[in-house]
């Protein structure tokens, strides 16, 4: 396991093992949050029926326009390969200075607003998860695209992120999708 | 003949040897449970439970039960204690029980621990008078002490070993966070300082690394500052904090202080499944100075650790030259105010020192050795207190009042007696 401290000032990067940890995910219906789930949870590795099992590990903060204008198209992504064995996961960021309750309401009427189904997670307590995957920097929008064995194979950040042509291509690739 | 006379001594030892194991099988051991008190909580709880007590010790094989109650009736034991003069102490209910021949003696205590009972027996040999295994259960109420009882009797009459949980294994890495001790009882500082001894000694365990207190609090504090969101019990509040450290395992607990009993409970909670794999619950009568040696220990306990080798070693001073001390089993007496024992198994001792001087207290407590390392304590031992017709202010008053008495007696005296000189004197 990698703590924050031990983790490069650029974040995980590709070919790095994902750190996992436990966050909690919102019940969009209820406007409320619900229970625990570790990231590692949603890796192929566990299901033996689907090891093409894949996850697009995206992160957003609620003052990010272009993570925000991405979540239909990742919402599109999951539907069209969930059956393939695609797992879309979106991480909300949000700095020290913005307050949990606040920064969770205005991400659930977003969550709404665009149509997300894919699960969406929080954490109360701290950011230090996300920066380990962003970089001490925090740059926004990330995606990492992780392999049924939990290594990161692609990461998408800044700019990279929007090239959502290239992203396509990668699940497909992986998940073998002709 | 020769063949005869062998055939004969064979029959003889199987048939000695096939009575010996049957009044071995036979022989039924008398146990006599003590009245549980209830040390801060409801009196009829501790009557419950010293029924269930009984109820699951008179159900076993080989086993005779007796009674407070019924003692008390048959010998009137209450009267024997005041014969004695020794109401109050082990000793002298050992010496009472000696007298209904019977050999084993259980008492109870029941504590309540914020929203926990505590519930600790332990057995005092009667021919020895030694304390023999001592446990503790931990129940939300009596119906959950109760399920317990078993378990715990099944460990002091030596049928089995205590259930250890968790056992950190050869070459396991793990990395845990201790959460602050909640203090229950007593200063919330001692609860703290009680957190960085036990983080301290998780991380002095092989295989173990506890992240650092600063990080805690820091995101704890966080935490209250933060959020409302709901969080209905403490165990989902820690077990969040711990899965947003990363980490599979965590720490928490209370110590407390109930009338003269310390007691620590702390759990091992597995963070993927909200679970508590080992609990550990230690709980004495004794000065607070032992609660780093309690916390210690515990922190081995937590983590399955064998720590039997890890001996140690006890060097207490006393305020009295001449006595008699009992450590565990040991029992010796003392010209120099000092005791000491090494290679002891760590773990919780009986000690009493009686002075050798009328005027002090005997003392009683109980000290805890922790693996590999040295209780060193000065211990006070208290002086009796003065009778009221040995105390300065008797005799300074019986003084007072006898001076003052005998002037005032001296005085009437010579007034009474004292010619006034207006007498005529006629001279014939």
Known sequence: MMFPEDAPAEGLKKGDKMADFGMRAADIEKGKLSGLVWLADFVGKKDSKDPKKLLVLNFFANWCAPCIAEMPVLQGLYDKYKDKGLMVLSVNFRTDAEKFDATFAESLKIIKEKGVKYPVLFDRFTNRNQLLYLGSKAVLPCLMIINSEGTIIEKFQGEQSHDLKKIEEVIRKTLEVK | MKKIIAAFAVMFFLFHAAGE????????KKLLVDKVEAAGVEANLAKSLEEALVLDIGKRENTSVVTSAEMQNVVKTAQLKSEMSCEGSDECLVEVQKKLSVETLISGKVTKLGDEYIFSINTI?????TVGERISIQGRDL?????????????????SKPRQMFKLKDGEELKLAVMPLTARGMEQTTADSLTSILSAQLNQIKGISVISQDDIKAMLSKAALDSSAECSDSMECVVEIGASLGLSKL????VGKVKDTFVISVQLIDVRNADVVNRVLESYTGDDAELQNAIKLAAYQLAGIDYQALTGEVDFSFNVKKGAVRFGDEEKKFDKPQ????GLIPGRYFLKVRAEDDDYLPLQTDVYVAPGAKNVRTINILSKPTPWYKSWWFWTLTSVVVLGAAGTVTAVVL????PDGSGTVTIE
Not at chain 2, 125 to 129: A, F, I, L, M, R
Not at chain 2, 251 to 254: F, H, L
Not at chain 2, 415 to 418: E, F, G, H
């Open chain 2, 251 to 254: 720490v928490t607990g209370a």
């Open chain 2, 415 to 418: 007034l009474q007696d004292t």
């Open chain 2, 143 to 159: 119906n959950d002490l109760k399920g317990k009882i078993k378990e715990a009797v099944d460990v002091l009459l030596g049928v």
């Open chain 2, 125 to 129: 040999n009667v021919t020895t008078k």
């Open chain 2, 21 to 28: 194991e049957q009044s071995a099988q036979s022989k039924t």
């Open chain 2, 339 to 342: 005791y000491s024992a090494a």
